[in-house]
């Protein structure tokens, strides 16, 4: 019988590389890593794609990130199993940046479409769950009942089953809840919040095509905050 081929992600064929580079012993245990910046020149990748590749690794054990420090190898040569070749990956194999990059491809639709054809309830859903959200207690349960809401109003199951599921798949997630631990403080949550205010705003005001952009700046933004250099991780 043929057996599938799984397409290997970009950010984990790096980790598998240096996850390698670790067993054979070319960084010592208790050694410095290379930055984030030569990682990312030397494998000709961008940098966000390292970020994940040494995210994932941390979680694999690895390596450890010290805040300001920098990432080191903690696993003695031999100690930490290879991944198996040619192993099919699952749903947690899938990066933060893909799965936000998908989202960008759904949600302003989705935003654009409550504004042209969401009931009056479903606006009133919308408006309640951005009032609701607090940027000191669980403001990531609120942000997904702010998008899962947009989506509901939009009219179109199948949008709506592909919202829930992406954001599945970004709370099933590893690699982009310890993102999020680093890179997401109370700060970013208020930018979020105000990002939120003009999608509901273009959204009450039935204005569909400025409810699609200030989506898809909403989404761009939370990219441009994760992939941008980090005060708290300076040299990752």
Do not use: K
């Not at 010592?28 to 984030?36: M, V």
């Not at 759904?106 to 408006?127: F, K, N, R, V």
């Not at 089953?161 to 970004?170: D, I, N, Q, R």
């Amino acid at each position: 019988m043929l057996q599938a081929v799984a397409a290997t992600r970009l950010y984990r064929q790096i980790a598998d590389q240096i996850a390698g580079r670790i067993r054979a012993g070319d960084f010592a245990r208790g050694g410095r890593l290379p930055s984030e910046r030569e990682l990312a020149e030397q494998l000709q990748v961008s940098r966000a794609t390292i970020r994940e590749a040494l995210i994932a690794l941390e979680i694999e054990g690895y390596v450890e990130v010290r805040v300001g420090a920098g990432v080191f190898a903690t696993a003695a040569r031999d100690t930490v199993s290879p991944r198996p070749a040619g192993a099919p990956p699952d749903q947690v194999d899938i990066g933060p940046f893909d799965l936000l990059e998908a989202r960008m491809l759904i949600e302003p639709e989705c935003a654009a479409l409550a504004a042209h054809a969401g009931s009056d309830a479903q606006i009133a859903a919308i408006a309640q769950a951005h009032r609701a959200m607090s940027l000191t207690e669980a403001p990531e349960r609120h942000d997904r009942a702010f998008h899962s809401a947009i989506a509901a109003a939009c009219g179109n199951a199948a949008l709506a089953a592909t919202v829930a599921h992406l954001w599945h798949l970004s709370l099933s997630s590893p690699v982009f809840s310890r993102m999020q631990d680093y890179f997401v403080n109370a700060q970013v949550w208020a930018v979020a919040h105000a990002e939120h205010e003009r999608i509901l705003a273009a959204i009450l005001a039935r204005d569909p095509i400025r409810a699609g952009h200030a989506m898809r700046a909403h989404l761009l933004g939370i990219l441009a905050r994760l992939r941008e250099d980090s005060a708290l991780l300076p040299d990752l």
